[in-house]
């Protein structure tokens, strides 16, 4: 579990560098699935990739990210996160999610995000 540990810790130090890209490139598998809630399920590095991009792009003002709480299991991590931020389609949030992330080979190779907005 300590291997975990380290590993979200570095991708939670990246997002709050504002380096969501870089911790995506290094710490995301090829074939990694994403999804928010109970949404539309995302496969594959490439599309997530697009999809971050493109929501980091849309964000006008930048206001807070903080992870509040991180827990570690087994093959899972989950990390709380507190956000607040400007997005040109979305407007103005501030919210509380939770995201749980399923590691395979050292990479997450599943993620699921729950939040209300």
């Known amino acids: 579990m300590d291997f975990l540990i380290e590993k979200i810790s570095a991708v939670n130090d990246l997002i709050l560098q504002g380096k969501g890209l870089e911790a995506f490139e290094n710490y995301y598998h090829d074939n990694v699935v994403t999804q928010d809630n109970d949404d539309e399920v995302f496969a ?11 929501f980091f792009d849309a964000i006008t003002e ?26 040109q389609d979305l407007g103005c949030k501030k919210f509380t999610q939770v995201a749980v992330q399923e590691w395979q080979d050292g990479k997450i190779i599943k993620e699921k995000f729950y939040y209300g907005l």
């Open 62 to 87: 930048f206001r807070c990210a903080k992870p509040l709480k991180v827990a570690v299991g087994e093959k899972t991590t989950m990390v709380e996160w507190q956000f607040d931020f400007t997005h």
């Open 44 to 54: 594959g590095k490439e599309i997530n990739r697009k999809r971050k991009e493109a």
